[in-house]
């Protein structure tokens, strides 16, 4: 029986709430809003699945090969303007869903609320939904389970997750399916469901509307200056960077995060999915005469020969261009091998964050100062009268 006494170790993956043959295991949320098993005893015959497929507590092996690296770029404008970075996942997908497959990968629900949607198979969710960073911890609800259901029927499947997630769901399967390929994101941390919730409720009270539509790193001044864009029912449009955005700036403090993420155990270069993306800053370094034209591309390392034979037949959609592993991870990778800091506040943070609007109380741990309001200022004014994209020209 599964049971958490350190909730450092416990990443959330799901693994055993979906392997449970009983259903005795619920993924309930703690006080931070994080999502951990809790195990119905009296429904509990004690078989040992749960602990046999914790990803934590048994280690996923790894495809012995020589990892390849590449910086990547999705040929179609549209998709790209509209991604996070290069657009690796749209064709990825694209391909998948023409092989009459799936994918499944972190979108919002109807209340924005961060889930992990399955596109393809004749469901009515689209591609697009599952572009752009969330930085939240997903719901991941009997994702593995579905999944495990089309593989057995010989689909393929595509999976995008966080590391932990990935193996999660390597653990869960428990044998490997030609048809499936998986795609793991580097991973700075992950928020909490409570604190995305109270902030959405925030800035709709702040802006007396309903949300249309939200980017968490929208292009709004370029790839290498993301803001978080919430369009409102009102017509009305929010921006904020990293420097003013309450969310983005607990995120990126280090502050917010699960637990596990401060002592992740799955921080290493080779690692068990067929795919591996990042962040790709240092475009113009790592590819001689490439010029950065601030759109945006993917630092992506090739993790098994299946990552080869689907990067051979999807290459066409891209721009690629290859590049050394350790370079890209000295200049873009920090967090491929590192994990998240803990923030020495981030007790107190979770534990006073009922009391306050979460605008306020981030406030007082991470105060934003007179400084970081005047860049704010400043840049949508010039961005406003055109000369943004001049100005970052001549200060680069």
């Keep these: 029986m599964i049971t958490i006494q350190n909730k450092a170790e416990c990443c959330g993956c799901t693994a055993c709430y979906n392997i449970c043959p009983k ?22 015959v004690e078989c040992g699945l749960c602990d046999a497929v914790c990803p934590v507590q048994n280690p996923v092996s790894c495809d012995e090969l020589e990892r390849k690296s590449y910086v990547i770029r999705t040929k179609d404008s549209h998709v790209l303007e509209h991604s996070t970075s290069g657009g690796f996942i749209t064709p990825l997908g694209q391909w998948v869903i023409k092989q009459n497959g799936v994918i499944c990968g972190a979108a919002f629900n109807n209340d924005f609320k961060v889930v992990h949607k399955i596109v393809g198979g004749g469901g009515t969710h689209s591609l697009s939904d599952l ?47 030609e048809t499936l390929v998986t795609v793991d994101l580097v991973c700075h941390g992950t928020p909490s469901p409570k604190l995305w919730d109270k902030y959405l409720e925030y800035q709709k009270n702040n802006y007396h509307s309903e949300i249309e539509d939200i980017s968490f790193r929208n292009k709004t001044y370029g790839y290498h200056s993301g803001t978080m864009r919430i369009q409102f029912k009102n017509g009305k449009t929010y921006y904020g960077s990293a420097r003013v955005d309450p969310m983005l700036r607990s995120f990126f403090k280090e502050i917010s995060s699960r637990p596990s993420c401060y002592q992740c155990y799955f921080k290493n270069l080779e690692r068990c999915s067929d795919f591996t993306i990042y962040d790709c800053w240092h475009a113009d370094q790592l590819v001689v005469g490439l010029a950065d034209d601030d759109k945006g591309y993917t630092n992506l390392i090739v993790q098994s020969k299946k990552g080869e034979q689907v990067l051979e037949k999807i290459k066409q959609d891209f721009d690629i261009y290859p590049v050394d592993t350790e370079r890209a991870i000295a200049l873009d990778g920090i967090m491929v091998r590192n994990a998240a800091h803990p923030h020495p506040k981030r007790e107190e943070y979770y534990q006073d964050m009922d009391r306050d609007e979460v605008a306020e109380h981030i406030e007082k741990f991470i105060p934003i100062t007179k400084k970081d309001h005047l860049i704010e200022w400043s840049k949508k004014i010039i961005y406003r009268v055109g000369i943004y994209r001049f100005l970052k020209k001549k200060m680069s």
């Design 23 to 44: 259903e005795a295991i619920q993924m309930k949320p703690d006080f931070e809003g994080f999502l951990y098993p809790f195990v119905n005893t009296e429904r509990c």
């Design 131 to 177: 572009r752009g960073s969330k930085y939240v911890q997903s719901d991941l609800t009997d994702c593995f389970a579905t999944i495990k259901r089309y593989l057995e029927q010989g689909t393929t499947v595509c999976f995008v997750g966080t590391t932990c997630q990935v193996y999660g769901l390597k653990k869960f399967l428990r044998k490997k399916y």
